[in-house]
């Protein structure tokens, strides 16, 4: 087993909707590499918080929280992968904005980015990893060979959630969307710690009118050249 700092990341953050799960998903496929979707453990948190009752806004309670939850991914060939919270799967949960809102505030607590560190640093594995999230190319592995920043306009990034949610069935209006998908860009990229921002020696793709296999195509050339 090699040493862990020995083993190749692809880290792609960006903000919501510009397409990284999609786009990490098929490159590890393709690269036959470790997925760390790290936004599914704030998510995680925020719902096991909610189960509890408690306050978001309640440091010292998120925080244990965010110490005590127990997260599982349930990997299924050709199908989602689930999300396992405490025992239960959250995964429908867990798609909503309600989430995403809710992720987007225990984020903002050091302490609770703090308690998902060496979770994280476990998922670097042989033959490799792609990292999915906001700080995986600044923070977490800053020492990645590889990193990329995927954009899109805030329209485009509103219009592609609009569609996946209906897809799955979800009550959803596009302003309505449009609105919450910019309140929580902002607090994540105005954050005191970790904020969603480009490492200086990310790769920036503006994905507005690219098509997801012209993404992929992009991305994987980033690791083989
Ligand atoms: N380049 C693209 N062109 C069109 N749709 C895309 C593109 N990339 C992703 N999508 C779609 O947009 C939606 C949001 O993508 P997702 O990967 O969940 O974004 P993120 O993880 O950044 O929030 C999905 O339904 C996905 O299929
Ligand atoms: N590495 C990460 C990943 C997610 N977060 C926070 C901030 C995000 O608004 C929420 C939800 O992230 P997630 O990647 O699941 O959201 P999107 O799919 O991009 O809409 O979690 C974070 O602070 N750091």
Redesign the pocket.
């Known amino acids: 087993m090699p040493h862990a700092s020995s083993v190749p990341v692809l880290t792609i953050d ?11 998903a098929l490159v590890a496929q393709q690269l036959g590499w470790h997925l760390l979707d790290s ?1 599914a453990l704030y998510r995680a948190v925020g719902y096991a918080a909610g189960m509890e009752g408690l306050d978001l806004s309640d440091v010292e309670a998120v925080t244990r929280c965010a110490q005590t939850t127990r997260i599982q991914f349930r990997a299924k060939k050709g199908a989602e992968t689930r999300v396992i919270v405490n025992g239960h799967d959250a995964t429908d949960e867990l798609r909503t904005e309600t989430a995403g809102a809710a992720a987007s505030a225990i984020a903002s607590v050091p302490s609770v980015r703090e308690a998902l560190v060496s979770l994280q640093l476990g998922f670097r594995k042989a033959p490799g990893l792609v990292a ?1 999230g906001r700080d995986m190319g600044t923070v977490i592995f800053p020492d990645a060979a590889f990193k990329v920043f ?1 954009t ?1 306009s805030a329209a485009e ?1 509103a219009k ?2 609009y ?2 949610l209906k ?1 799955k069935g979800l009550s959803v209006t596009l302003s309505g969307l449009q609105r919450e998908i910019e309140a929580r860009d902002s607090r994540d990229a105005s954050r005191a710690v970790a904020p969603l921002k480009p490492a200086a020696d990310a790769l920036l793709v503006d ?1 507005t009118g ?3 296999d ?2 992929v195509a992009k991305v994987l050339a980033v690791v083989q050249p």
């Open positions: 960006g903000p919501s909707g510009s397409g990284k799960g999609t786009i990490s936004g999915d995927l899109a990034r592609r959630r569609k996946q897809d994905t690219m098509g997801i012209e993404v």
